[in-house]
């Protein structure tokens, strides 16, 4: 088993999601969104770093996946989210978790079936897929698919391992 954190990052709002996972098992274990208030962008960094220092402190994940930097329309808007996620890549680092990085096709792709899909697909499929009876808020749901796109990666990519070195023969 190996408990996955799930990371959106934003300067403004952070999604956090926390699943275990075991082969094609996925649970739920904690998910929330990080409000970085509307203060200076140091002090919102800070933040960042902190909040998701003490959640890896109390949660105790394995491993850490992110999503990268998509292109946006404003670079200044890109230069603040690669900021935000310096700031969650380093919180996981200062703890030694190994970090997965995932484009966001890939993460819609894993959990939604289709690269182009919306939030709310997102956000729908992420409480199906772990059973949860309440609406969860968007970056807290994208922080939970990017959790579960990494198991599903893992998972997978054990299974090709398995079966390559099971069908080797020794002559």
Known sequence: MIRI???DPGSRFTGVGIIDSHQQQINHVHHET????SGEFPDRLH???KSLSDIIQQYQPNAMAIETVFMAKNAQSAIKLGQARG???CAGHATALKVHEY???AIKQAVVGKGGADKTQVQYMVALILKLDKKIQNDAADGLAVAICHANNRWA????TASNTSSWRKF
């Open 34 to 37: 990080i409000a970085c208030g």
């Open 87 to 89: 700031a969650a890549i």
């Open 5 to 7: 954190l799930g990371i």
């Open 157 to 160: 990519q054990q299974r090709l």
């Open 103 to 105: 484009a966001p096709k």
């Open 47 to 49: 933040i960042i770093f």
